[in-house]
């Protein structure tokens, strides 16, 4: 059999990809956590949502079905002769995705998401460029930050909170947002380094004999599992702390006790670190955004004050 070449198939370079393998190939499913970070930094603004409609809806598309699906295509694209050997059913290794119009869609959805942020304004533009850039080196050669745990994992953490954040409040004030804000995003971001820690030990194996150095790999699975956990709850201790000394004590009450939920399910999660990982990741992770819009609630009437 002929090796995996997408980009030399004579008999489907002229073909096109139909909607549905596009749309797969974005993934939708990965839009809801930028989509969910950018609506925190829509609240924490503290202005009034209904008068900036069209520029909010414009923000959740560009965070969403325009930036996030970019990452997903590019790293489809950089990944497809992986892909073909492990997930040989994925849209470019199935060839639904025919030729180099993997390529084309991640090139496109960039420009797309460019064009997008421009309009929205140029902090929410400088956002972006940062953003794609991320989700390129992420993916792309010669940086392929995912090869490495400890920067791929920062990557994704920043394209998937802390920018989001700062864009939603950034389309809302029409500048750079306020510095409470962006200790908030900043703090977030680095507490989701730990859960694309635990969206690993579903590849250990393969990610091993690939040679991608994720922290479970480099680390082992016990290690590794304890490192995010203490990773996702850091950064929460301090929220709590910022809260108090911002005088929103109901606030800071709130998630420290999903916090402590969180810290019940972490117990559970050491016990098994591979097995229960994806538990985790449905439970421990949910409680950990519901922290984040609580904490945009609670900065909201103080940024406004202050605006």
């Not at 420009?111 to 794609?132: C, K, Q």
């Not at 090869?147 to 990557?155: D, I, L, R, S, V």
């Not at 929220?239 to 969180?262: C, E, M, N, S």
């Amino acid at each position: 059999m002929a090796p995996f070449r997408p980009d030399n198939m004579p008999d489907t370079r002229m073909a096109r990809p139909n909607l549905p393998a596009v749309l797969e190939l974005l993934k939708p499913i990965t839009w809801f956590a930028p989509m969910w970070a950018y609506g925190c930094g829509v609240v924490s603004s503290g202005l009034s949502i209904p008068s900036r409609w069209l520029e909010i809806v414009g923000g959740i598309i560009l965070a969403g079905p325009l930036v996030c699906a970019t990452s997903q295509a590019v790293n489809d694209w950089f990944d497809r002769h992986v892909d073909a050997i492990n997930e040989p059913h994925r849209p470019i290794p199935s060839g639904r995705i025919p030729g180099r119009w993997g390529l084309y869609i991640a090139c496109l959805w960039t420009g797309l998401s460019l064009l997008l942020a421009a309009i929205l304004g140029p902090v929410v533009l400088a956002a972006a460029v940062v953003g794609l850039a991320l989700a390129w080196a992420y993916s792309a050669p010669p940086l392929r930050l995912k090869q490495n745990g400890w920067w791929g994992n920062t990557a994704v953490a920043s394209c998937y909170e802390g920018l989001p954040w700062f864009t939603g409040a950034a389309v809302m004030a029409g500048t750079v947002p306020d510095w409470r804000i962006v200790t908030l995003a900043v703090l977030y971001s680095a507490g989701a380094h730990g859960i694309m820690t635990l969206n690993d030990f579903k590849a250990i194996e393969g990610d091993r004999q690939l040679g991608v150095r994720s922290l479970p790999v480099q680390l082992g699975a016990a290690v590794a599992a304890r490192l995010a956990c203490v990773v996702m709850a850091v950064p929460q201790v301090v929220v709590v702390t910022l809260l108090i000394a911002w005088g929103r004590p109901v606030h800071a009450g709130l998630v420290a006790l999903v916090l402590v939920a969180q810290g019940g399910a972490m117990v559970r999660l050491l016990q098994d670190p591979k097995g229960r990982a994806p538990w985790y990741n449905a439970t421990g992770v949910t409680l950990y955004v519901i922290g984040m819009m609580i904490s945009a609630f609670a900065v909201a009437p103080i940024v406004a004050a202050s605006a």
